[in-house]
């Protein structure tokens, strides 16, 4: 990530949400939630920090997903000086047993990043 601008940042906020966005129909319709929660995350790590471990398993099936991501307050990561830049990497993957019920439906996720003077 770059800050561009002449000023610094004190902090980031970070900010992951979803809505559902399904290709077609399906005789099983699964929930935005539903999907998001088998989308599992890896990866995620600011500026060479490992942010997952943050990441409470909230819905309780023993990983982090994509729905963990949005209810997890990541806001008050170190800002990023003007003209600077830092990295961020995440790394997701669709958990194997996701079902056939799963086929046309999908999310559209939304990575927020905010950075504070």
Same mark, same amino acid.
């Given at each position: $990530? *770059?800050?561009? !601008?002449? =000023?610094g940042g004190?902090? &980031?906020d970070l900010?992951?949400? %979803?809505? /559902?966005?399904?290709?077609?129909?399906?005789?099983?319709?699964?929930?935005? @939630? /539903?999907?998001?929660? $088998?989308? /599992? =995350?890896?990866?995620?790590? %600011? @500026? !060479? *920090? #490992? &942010?997952?471990?943050?990441?409470? @398993?909230?819905?309780? *099936?023993?990983?982090?997903?994509?729905? #963990? &991501?949005?209810?997890? #307050?990541?806001?008050?990561?170190s800002g990023?000086?003007?003209?600077?830049?830092?990295?961020?990497?995440?790394? =997701?993957? &669709?958990?194997? *047993?996701?079902?056939? /019920?799963?086929?046309?439906?999908?999310?559209?996720?939304?990575?927020?990043?905010?950075?504070?003077?």
């Amino acid at each position: $990530m *770059n800050n561009t !601008g002449s =000023v610094g940042g004190s902090t &980031l906020d970070l900010a992951f949400s %979803y809505i /559902e966005s399904d290709s077609g129909t399906n005789p099983t319709d699964k929930t935005a @939630d /539903e999907t998001a929660a $088998m989308i /599992e =995350v890896n990866t995620l790590q %600011y @500026d !060479g *920090n #490992d &942010l997952l471990s943050s990441v409470s @398993d909230g819905n309780l *099936n023993s990983y982090k997903d994509i729905q #963990d &991501l949005q209810n997890t #307050d990541l806001s008050g990561q170190s800002g990023i000086d003007a003209l600077a830049n830092k990295s961020f990497q995440i790394a =997701v993957i &669709l958990r194997a *047993n996701t079902g056939s /019920e799963f086929q046309a439906d999908g999310i559209t996720i939304t990575m927020t990043f905010t950075l504070n003077q």
